[in-house]
């Protein structure tokens, strides 16, 4: 949410939505990692494992983006280089991410496909388009440094949200007990019941 907000205000520098992609991308890993080290997951487990792999190759595509943006600012040709790799990497995660996509779609339960939504909605086709037009650009570059063809590392941020210790309440004795039991009512039951507390 804070980066779908961050790429539709034009207050937000390239900085702020480059952290914020690389915050989101820290979570998601996070989240997949601990999901996919549990045992026995269960189909829902197996379906939240593929949405946390689809969100965080787009939050990972986002990163490259907005990085290859604020490299591309240098007057080095190094850095040019640089953020062409950037954007070339953010454009084949995207494709990833729609695979993964599709994948979590697939995964029982079946869903839709849902639309593009968020900063993605926007990133979609803006990713591509960068890709091609600094590719483009600095074809010339390209094949005169290919030594320099090194995808840069993302920069890793502290993250602004800790998880805090959470523990299980203890189960309700209610919930092993096998006497309890819903009382069959019917509708019109109910309702009299009703006027005669009135």
């Known amino acids: ?108 339960p079946i869903t839709r496909a849902p639309v593009a939504w968020g900063a993605m909605k926007h990133l979609n086709k803006k990713i591509h388009e960068i890709a091609a037009k600094k590719s483009q650009m600095y074809a010339y570059l390209l094949e005169e440094k290919k030594s320099l063809e090194v995808l840069p590392e993302l920069p890793e941020f502290e993250l602004s949200l800790k998880a805090e210790e959470y523990e299980m309440a203890d189960k309700d004795g209610a919930w092993d007990s096998e006497n309890w039991k819903i009382p069959n009512q019917t509708l019109k039951m109910h309702l009299t019941d009703d006027e005669e507390d009135d």
């Open 1 to 108: 949410m804070q980066l779908a907000s961050a790429v539709e205000s034009k207050n937000a520098t390239l900085s702020v939505k480059r952290r914020l992609a690389c915050e989101q991308l820290s979570y998601f890993s996070q989240a997949h990692y601990c999901l996919s080290t549990c045992d026995n997951l269960n189909r829902h487990g197996k379906k939240h494992l593929s949405f946390l792999k689809w969100k965080c190759l787009e939050a990972k595509a986002a990163a490259y983006c907005y990085h290859g943006l604020i490299t591309d600012k240098g007057t080095e040709p190094s850095c040019h280089i640089s953020a062409v790799c950037c954007f070339l990497a953010a454009e084949e995660i995207l494709n990833e991410s729609k695979k993964a996509c599709l994948n979590f779609c697939l995964t029982v």
